[in-house]
């Protein structure tokens, strides 16, 4: 499976590789060492020229029929898996993230791939209606109206750097736009630059191997704020995925707000996950809670977007036997590598705040790391009180540090639940005995998450069709998507109506007799 | 089925009938007299009440049953029927639209009204998908995921002025709230309040038959910019449903996108609709077509958002022959009352400069009118080079007024068409032997029109399945989303995913056994 394969430090516009007098580097966060090879850094040029390639690409792209579009995900797919080891490799080198993790990325990203590929030829998304005309109708006949959901365009996609495979080059974002039809723009994360090149070289195999117009898979590398922007800012792009920071994503939204023609902006942001904890279900198993929580915590050293990063729960002496079992757990739990020098220090800075903040108490950290850029978790408390009083203690802190948050009684932890901003997930510990309390509570995070778990742990996100990894803002910056599973796809779609056309001017799907197999409404009528 | 009524000026802040200082009146576009009564302008204090009431009313409104929703539906259309004459005699006065016209805009409402009753029921807006869990997977297993679709909260519709009842207090953007579970606020339109009061009153009794919160219905007029700011930057309004001038729907877009949390925008704003007549159907039936474009130009005083305001031809002596036919057809229409004298005043000011245009012929006007407010029809002709050299004359001007653009050759008819905005329709006449021509012009068309069209006109928008009545901006702000037809429903909705609940939490619907009747995914397989 292995190959040797050499890293160039290209662009790709296309299928041509693309050079710059701008390089960059990515670093080693184990290390601090800067790696091999140099990276070009694209600028106004490049983007200009990935996005007309890309919009020349479109209608063609668009205009694939449905197993075209599903075997080239497929080749996509498989493509990453012929890059063998020497991605997870480079990966790893350039995240610190272990192989065994990335090795279960890699397969959640091909898994992906072939996800969106089944979904394609299902047809679902492309909500067909007809409506046949009524030439008889009084008082004034119908027309014949067909409609079909359409690509937007070109989409911005950014990739992230937590999730160097999943959510990067050949992520969700790039797998759903592509499978509704739109070529993509990739804008690679500056910390894997090697290995958002190694990926494109699989997307651009398959671009070509499948007779596709080139401009259907570009990526440009660069760390500048202004490469993105000016690919959010060119009048070619028709949408934007985007997972990244608060910060980020809102600058990508002002941008996209601004444009002559706005223009959709899928971003994921920040969320800190409340996990509610029920009284009789701290009662019944204080100590398993307090455990579970600091392994999701600390999993991935808390890089992840669903990490619980605030637990809220009524005074008690259960909730003091939760407390003391968790800092147990911490305090073993390892530092680890973080994934780039600057996360290492924004996450240094956000725990350091909150450890001076005169209400916080700080309960536990983890063992310290031996590298420069290791993350030691963090575990702190605060009354509910406090916390309202405070909305800074509120916001992310990237990486594996939580705030415990103490509620006098059930009218509090209500009250806290309120003034919550959108989440990606909400969590809720319970017995039976707690379910009137949580029905109470369920109609407002309704409201204020995207995904609700009953006695989990929000790590661990499900890349299937009932999965919902979103959230009103500021979890995303659109609460009516996903960014995780298939109904992603829907993103990177419009309707259009067809009135009165003739069989031969149709797009196919929507001829007579053209949605044999595919899910669609007759006159209303859910049919197939 | 006539009743005498009282109309009192009232704004509705759910239940309660509240009255201010500010003061309006309505004018009688016909003679330009002011209307009894004095109406009661809403300010920020009854915003604030408005919106408040809404969100308490939201968590209940949200979890009615199916049945209950769509009933309420219902009665809102049976409460419009029993509103009898008095109805149409108060929309005449106040909009200088013709009684016939408004009993076909009511049974339109009352339809859109029954059809979206009927949405509720089918259920398939739900988007109930259900990923069974598969405790034995490996390497991990799978939790159980249901997902559903659930209300955005109070959404705030503007009342829009050329359909005082379809698209008005109860018109679509209402209606698919509504069903959507949706706790509404309308800012009425100022020229119609009277209208407004009485299908507030509809709305308000169903509310109170069927039990439901007051604030899931209240209505505020006023005439001010200030109303409409003030009422979508409320924390409380989640989405926002508009039709209306570009200004004003780019103005609520702005003060949307500024909130702390921004919240989507439905605004329908403007579009000139083209018109492309392919060679082969202008030579077999250049006089019909002319014939045909004036009529769809000038019904209602040409006040629709899909009049025609763009033709597009490319020069031939079949082209002379359909100029000739429609300037002898618009020789020939009346001068009809206008809406409001600010649309009048506006559509004069853009017939005039058009006219002034040194580019721009004047091809045929219409008939003058007799009233004050009487909007005559105007087309005018350039040729495409000086169209695409000033992009003002692709501006819409509200009203019978029509730009055609003759073209040199196929190529600058395609051409032209690249350069368009988006658009809520485009229309083809074709023959047979057009059809190549059409077929290279489509991919461009679908992109820029959310409806397309073959050998019709695009006034006379069908309320049924199948129909997109949107379009990119700046048709629209949005263009993945028509305010027309059942797929309205989506846009005041957002995905909920529930992982690993118990049945008893779960919303009825997402039960064990809860789909019964309801179109879902199971495992992703399409299923009732």
Known sequence: MERRVTITGDLFIGQSRARTSRLFRAVDPATGDLLEPDFSAAGADEVKRACALAAAAFPA????????????????????MGLGDALLDRAHIESGLPIARLTGERARTVGQLRLFAA????????????????????????PDLRLRKVPLGPVAVFG?????????????????ALAAGCPVVVKGHPAHPGTSELVARAIAGAVAAAGLPEGVFSLLNGASNELGGALVADPRIAAVGFTGSRGGGTALMRIAAERPAPI???????????????????????????????????????????????????DSPALDR????????????????????????????GVE???????????????????????????????AEDFEGDHDIAQE?????????????????????????????????????????????LP???TKAGRILANGWPTGVEVSHAMVHGGPYPATSDGRSTSVGTLAIDRFLRPVCYQDFPDSLLPPVLRDGGQAGLPHRLDGKHTR
């Open 61 to 80: 792209y668009a205009a694939t029929d449905l197993e075209t579009r599903a075997r080239f995900l497929e080749a996509i797919a498989d493509n990453i």
């Open 119 to 142: 979904e394609v030829r299902d047809g679902g998304w492309l909500s067909i209606r007809i409506d046949p005309a009524m030439p008889d109708r009084q008082p004034l006949p119908r």
């Open 160 to 176: 992230a750097s937590n999730f160097p495979l999943a959510f990067s080059v050949a992520g969700g974002d790039t797998a759903s």
């Open 264 to 314: 959709p902006v899928y971003a994921e942001m920040s969320a800190i996950n409340p996990v509610l904890l029920m009284p009789h279900a701290l009662e019944a198993r204080a100590e398993a809670l307090g455990a579970g929580y600091v392994a999701s915590l600390t999993m991935g050293v808390g890089q992840f977007c669903t990490n619980p990063g605030l637990v809220l729960a009524i």
């Open 322 to 349: 939760f407390t003391a079992a968790a800092a147990e757990a911490l305090g073993q739990a390892p530092a680890g590598v973080m994934l780039t020098p600057g996360i290492h220090q924004a996450f240094g800075q």
């Open 353 to 383: 705040a909150l450890a001076a903040h005169p209400r916080v108490t700080t309960v536990a950290r983890g063992l310290a790391g031996e590298g420069p850029h290791h993350g030691r978790a963090a575990l702190f408390s605060i009354s």
């Open 397 to 441: 802190v990237f990486g594996a540090s939580s705030v415990l948050v103490r509620c006098r009684d059930a009218a509090t932890l209500a009250r806290v639940v309120e003034g919550l901003e959108g989440q990606l997930t909400a969590t809720l510990h319970f017995t039976a005995e707690d379910e009137p309390m949580v029905a109470g509570l």
């Open 444 to 446: 407002a995070l309704e």
